[in-house]
């Protein structure tokens, strides 16, 4: 029998529901407990992918292709379940279907209303895909309490409590308690307010989970049961820790997995396996080494845009037991103190700015602000033979960088710019129109939509792709419509840039590296959105390894 949780947030956003959820499917799978995790958006775009990075952060692809909330990265990682479709649901999706079933007749004419086709809907989407042997589903609602965008799902969840019963069902609150430094003590009434917005749709907590910077005194709990009407050993303080792999360990001490346990009267397993997370943090904070990264992007201004990146190269770190410190570098600004253009101009010109790194990474992104930006780090990077990561458009712009200085293809480009007459890049429907023949297989997507989800990679043997992989076959997730022209491939490779990994047809250059380089990898897919503190992804393992190598060496 499947047990819900829901999962809340109120008095402000960014509390950290997300992790909340995530830490408490890790407290239960390692009481033996199978798990899964549904996040509910209240926007009304259809998924994030078209929503700008610098306002909602990294768009996460899971294995079937969707598009979603950055918060199913951290239900991945911290429990290792593979997130799917039906796991991201927001209202956009939700109107879209109820719009669509009115429009097939599906309501024989009747009014379609928010009550009941919207929140049967939700209820729907609530239960959908689930194994019957899944213990717990653990479900977020975005937002805060109280916002109007919000009501839908919670009154869905209402109804859904009363037709499922009290028995199987939960609801977690988060909350702030915030400190007033003039008066010097926590203050409640903004956590009372809150779940009293909770009561005004027929929602009662049955666990209140109050972040704090400090310890929260037994006398204010005593007075948060008090008022919210909830047993006092539900009230769970949620302190400020100095990583996010704390956040499980900090659980498990507070007793919230077991609260959760007996409320729906389960066996309590008396020895669970918390010590894979305690050491994860004995590593995070006792580390042998250290390095810097440069990350040269344009979304900088929020770091949550490159979310998965950011905790890929952290799990690299626990794995190579280094401190992985990292220089954001602004692609735009890069750009105009480079003063490059249409011709590249000389890579020196950028070395003052980089100061003592150890690696250089160029992130997936769009467009052509900032790109020639990224092309002087690709080219300083290659120059100096710092090791260099390029992912997602960080390998197209890398192969655009050698065509255009080594290859001499000075019009090298993609036709995400502009027309050109070297087309290194572009669109396979473009390819297509001017006669370039191309094979494909059914993997292989020659729309104009993007290539969304897990795809085959085949690796050439001997190369640093394979020693990085150990295998000649992978799959990686992808997002992106562009793809590196193999009718370049062998001017590419006479000037040290191989293509070592291709699309199941053959025909789609997946990896690329440098020859002439002690460490240059290039990839189309998303490596980081695979990446597990306790399994780091081989790219990012191998990547931190060269940089500690470079350091020693320089």
């Known amino acids: 029998m499947t047990r819900y949780i829901f999962v809340t947030g109120g008095v402000l956003s960014s509390l950290g529901k997300g992790l909340a959820a995530a830490s408490l499917g890790a407290l239960l799978k390692a009481r033996g407990y199978k798990v899964r995790l549904r996040k509910f958006e209240p926007y009304l775009n259809v998924d994030p992918g078209t929503m700008n990075p610098n306002q909602h952060g990294e768009v996460y692809v899971t294995e079937d292709g969707a598009e979603t909330d950055l918060d199913l990265g951290h239900y991945e990682r911290f429990t290792g379940e593979t997130c799917r479709a039906s796991d991201a649901i927001t209202t956009g999706q939700v109107y879209s279907k109820v719009i669509a079933r009115e429009r097939r007749g599906d309501y024989l004419g009747a009014t379609v209303q928010v009550i009941p086709h919207i ?14 042997d899944v213990d717990f589903l653990i479900c977020e609602i975005g937002g805060t309490v109280g916002d109007i965008e919000s009501l839908p799902f919670l009154e869905a969840i209402r109804q859904f409590l009363n037709e499922v019963g009290h028995g199987q069902t939960m609801i977690i609150h988060l909350t702030l308690v915030p400190y007033i430094a003039s008066s010097e003590e926590l203050k409640t009434k903004p956590t009372q307010h809150s779940v009293k917005e909770l009561l005004h749709v027929g929602i009662q907590p049955d666990i209140l989970l109050c972040r704090a910077d400090r310890p929260i005194p037994e006398e204010a709990k005593r007075k948060l049961a008090l008022f919210c009407n909830i047993r006092p050993e539900r009230v769970i303080e949620a302190l400020d820790v100095d990583t996010i792999y704390q956040v499980p360990v900090a659980y498990s001490v507070t007793g919230l997995d077991i609260q959760v346990l007996k409320h729906f009267g389960l066996k309590i397993n008396p020895n669970p396996d918390f010590e894979s997370w305690r050491e994860i943090v004995r590593k995070i904070r006792n ?6 990264i440069a990350i040269v992007g344009k979304y900088i201004s929020l770091k949550d845009a490159y979310k998965s990146l950011i905790e890929a190269l952290a799990h690299a770190g626990i794995a190579n037991e280094t401190r992985v410190s990292l220089k954001w570098v602004d692609a735009v600004t890069l750009e105009r103190v480079t003063e490059t253009g249409p011709q590249q101009k000389s890579t020196d010109q950028v070395s003052q700015i980089w100061g003592d790194n150890d690696g250089i990474l160029v992130p997936g992104g769009y467009g052509l602000r900032g790109a020639f930006g990224k092309m002087a780090a690709i080219g300083y990077a290659r120059e100096k033979k710092i090791p260099f990561l390029g992912i997602c458009f960080g390998m197209q712009l890398s192969m655009i960088e050698a065509a255009r200085n080594l290859a001499n293809l000075k019009d090298a480009s993609s036709t995400e710019f502009g027309p050109t007459s070297t087309p290194l ?9 001017k006669g370039v023949v191309i094979k494909r297989d059914e993997n292989d997507d020659l729309g104009g939509t993007m290539r969304l989800g897990s795809y085959a990679c085949h690796i050439e043997p001997g190369t640093l792709a394979h020693k990085v992989y150990g295998q000649t076959v992978i799959y990686e997730r992808h997002r992106h419509r562009y793809e590196v022209n193999i009718n370049y491939r062998q001017a590419l490779e006479n000037v040290g840039f191989k293509m070592t990994g291709m699309s199941s047809s053959g025909q ?15 990839m ?12 780091p992804h081989p790219v990012f393992k191998a990547y931190i390894a060269a940089a500690l190598v470079h350091q020693q060496t320089k």
Request: without cysteine; charged residues 25%; aromatic residues 8%.
């Open 119 to 132: 929140t049967d809907t939700i209820k729907d989407a609530i239960v959908e895909d689930i194994e019957p």
């Open 508 to 522: 789609l250059p997946t990896i690329a590296e440098r020859n002439d380089h002690p460490w240059f990898l290039t």
């Open 425 to 433: 890049v572009g669109l396979l429907t473009e390819w297509l129109h």
């Open 524 to 535: 189309q897919f998303h490596p980081e959105l695979k990446s597990r503190p306790f399994e």
């Open 287 to 292: 580390p042998k080494n250290a390095v810097t």
